[in-house]
């Protein structure tokens, strides 16, 4: 820290204005008035130089002290309007020194109470200073005790002025502020809501493609074992070991969702792989066909999965809804991206009347990626699902980008 940021003021005075101040009283106060003795006594030329130097001497300590130690800033202003008395009584006159004395009575004070109270005094001390050597009857309509008045009731309104409109200025940074501060508050917890329903959104979604579809699985299962228990012990036993496997693809996709895991249980590598063992569980729990066209493409893990469970929702439609006999496969590259082509041969719907979660959660999974859903179908004539994604950038042998 420079000396001239151990202002000891409370109050926040820029440095360039003190040093400026300073300049200009040594200047045009401390010099003139030194220079206005040479023609006296010696005596008055001796005293007026010490005084010089006392005020010199303290206005140094005051500005360069530590706060809070050595020459308080109320002994200091005292000393000045004292000062600035003698300095009068020795030129029969000081209205100039105070003039340029009077920025320090706002400098180092506290309160504007108090910059008018010690200016004032320094202004009495002055005219008094001024008039002492007139004897009993002094006259104060001279140019020193005029300049004097004025400089001190122009000085302290022009002064006063200044401090309530950098009050108000304070007081309207401060209001800003602290608005701003609030929004910024506001807006993070926005951030955190928003955050929290994304992530509620995307769990959602997840469990949807994932847990729920897998138990609504076992539920056939179930369903199907059951009633073919007595009659087809082979198929139940088939039944059965579904289930047991649904159930155990469940419990790694739910430890996956709390974190157990890292990632979800995807194959690196081609997508292929993973769609065509989704495809033939699927056939040997319900005993559609389904037949797939699936070259070996290499994608980056969350394209692959993205695919995946678009495959898994559109493969449960067919089950829960479509009374399709036959399903169709198709996944393919086209430029800059990759293609996945679901179709049934089923019962077909309104595409503007479907409000199912599965359509959307499909919809937002592609969009977050920069992909896109295309839904065609019409009652009677079966559904086509169509989920496009670009391919920027190819992943390597090992799955990563």
């Keep these: 820290m420079t000396p001239w940021q151990q202002q000891p003021s409370d109050r926040l005075i820029p440095d360039r204005v003190l040093l400026w101040n300073t300049a200009g009283w040594i200047l045009f106060g401390l010099l003139p008035t030194a220079g206005g003795v040479l023609d006296r006594s010696p005596a008055r030329q001796y005293w007026m130089f010490g005084l010089l130097a006392l005020i010199a001497v303290c206005h140094t300590v005051t500005l360069f002290r530590p706060p809070g130690r050595f020459l308080n800033r109320r002994v200091h202003l005292g000393v000045l309007a004292l000062v600035l008395g003698a300095t009068s009584y020795l030129l029969d006159g000081g209205a100039a020194f105070y003039v340029v004395s009077l920025p320090q009575f706002w400098f180092y004070t506290r309160t504007p109470r108090d910059a008018v109270a010690f200016s004032g005094l320094a202004a009495a001390l002055t005219v008094f200073g001024g008039t002492l050597g007139q004897g009993w009857s002094p006259s104060f309509r001279t140019g020193n005790t005029v300049a004097t008045v004025v400089a001190y009731a122009v000085g302290s309104g022009l002064a006063l002025w200044l401090h309530r409109f950098v009050g108000q200025s304070n007081e309207r940074q401060e209001r800003l502020t602290a608005e701003l501060v609030l929004?910024?508050?506001?807006?993070?917890?926005?951030?955190?809501?928003q955050g929290a329903a994304e992530e509620?959104?995307?769990?959602a979604r997840e469990i949807h493609d994932t847990l729920a579809q897998g138990f609504a699985s076992i539920v056939v299962l179930a369903e199907a074992a059951r009633a073919a228990l007595t009659a087809d012990p082979d198929r139940s036993a088939h039944q059965?070991?579904?289930?047991?496997?649904t159930a155990r693809e469940n419990l790694t996709e739910a430890r996956v969702l709390v974190g157990s895991v890292p990632v979800s249980g995807v194959a690196p590598g081609s997508v292929a792989t993973t769609l065509r063992r989704t495809l033939d569980r699927f056939a040997q729990d319900t005993g559609l066909t389904v037949t797939a066209e699936l070259p070996d493409i290499d994608l980056d893990q969350r394209t692959r999965v993205a695919l995946l469970r678009c495959t898994q929702e559109?493969?449960?439609?067919?089950?829960?809804?479509?009374?399709?006999s036959t399903v169709g496969v198709v996944l393919g590259e086209v430029p800059g991206g990759v293609e996945l082509e679901?179709?049934?041969?089923?019962?077909?719907?309104?595409?503007?009347?479907?409000?199912?979660?599965?359509l959307d959660g499909m919809r937002r999974r592609l969009a977050e990626l920069d992909g896109e859903l295309t839904v065609t179908s019409s009652l009677g004539d079966g559904t086509r699902i169509l989920a496009t994604l670009p391919t920027p950038g190819r992943a390597d042998p090992e799955g990563t980008r």
């Design 314 to 324: 559109s493969l449960a439609n067919v089950r829960k809804h479509s009374g399709a």
């Design 200 to 203: 509620r959104e995307r769990m």
């Design 183 to 193: 929004t910024q508050e506001e807006l993070a917890l926005a951030h955190q809501r």
């Design 342 to 358: 679901i179709t049934d041969d089923g019962n077909g719907f309104v595409v503007a009347e479907s409000r199912g979660f599965g």
């Design 240 to 245: 059965l070991a579904s289930i047991e496997q």
